[in-house]
């Protein structure tokens, strides 16, 4: 595999499983999302579509909310940067863990990324020293 140039992700696309939680989940849930190293807070933006979760069949369009035991797709915004990959690109950073309560919530994979234009944002300590270099 080559280098690629890295994106910073302003969406993402989510096929979600979920697997353990109390409630309903919604659009503006906004639990913590475990990515490969990464544990950033995301926001559920839409749910777009409820699916069967073993064949992948839409069952629903915009559904108001998902719960245990439902598989969805979800387009969540992430509160900080984030670079993750789709799953069909690059598996280990397209898989994720959704944690609220100190619990796994759900899990799923990364279907799709919409990223963002390079802008003058905050640059970090170590990314002024790598780029010295």
Partial sequence: MGLRCVSIIYAMFFQVIVLNHPGQISNG????????TAHIACKFSEILEKIDRRSGKK??????????????????????????????????????????????????????VEKKAASGGKVTKAAQKASKK
């Fill in 29 to 36: 849930y906004a639990p913590v999302l475990d990515c490969h």
């Fill in 59 to 112: 069952l629903e369009d915009m559904p108001k909310f998902v719960k245990s035991g439902d598989a969805c797709i979800v387009k969540m915004i992430p509160q900080k940067p984030m670079v993750v990959e789709a799953f069909s690109e690059y598996a280990p950073l397209g898989r994720f863990a959704v944690r609220d309560m100190r619990q796994t919530v759900a899990v799923g994979v990364i279907k799709g």
